[in-house]
Nanobody, 119 residues
Framework: QVQLVESGGGLVQPGGSLRLSCTASGIISSINTMGWYRQTPGKERDLVASITRGGSANYADSVKGRFTISRDNIKNTVYLQMNSLRPEDTAVYYC?????????????WGQGTQVTVSS
């Protein structure tokens, strides 16, 4: 069994910064792509950023230049540094990882962390 635990959400003023973290634990042989998604009430969960095991990153247009995704393959952790936050960034943020346990590959999700950008 694999579990993903997120941290770092909260309330921040417009223009402020937050750093999200997500760590995987359990039976893990390797982790392929790691990513962050976000969701607001009544809407679909959308990709914010993703990063391959080799470090290639991909961003949604709305966050390019403001958010940075990174990973630590030793710690099985993915980070999302969010700068210049805007009210429209308010959402529940979920991490996602493609985990190979040694006999199968499967997608896992974190529990979600609330990010609220408001003055």
């Amino acid at each position: 069994q694999v579990q993903l635990v997120e941290s770092g959400g909260g309330l921040v003023q417009p223009g402020g910064s937050l750093r999200l973290s997500c760590t995987a634990s359990g039976i893990i042989s390797s982790i392929n792509t790691m990513g962050w998604y976000r969701q607001t009430p009544g809407k679909e969960r959308d990709l914010v950023a993703s990063i391959t095991r080799g470090g290639s990153a991909n961003y949604a247009d709305s966050v390019k230049g403001r958010f940075t995704i990174s990973r630590d393959n030793i710690k099985n952790t993915v980070y999302l540094q969010m700068n210049s936050l805007r009210p429209e960034d308010t959402a529940v943020y979920y991490c996602n990882m493609g985990v190979y346990t040694g006999w199968k590959s499967e997608n896992y999700w974190g529990q979600g962390t609330q990010v609220t950008v408001s003055s």
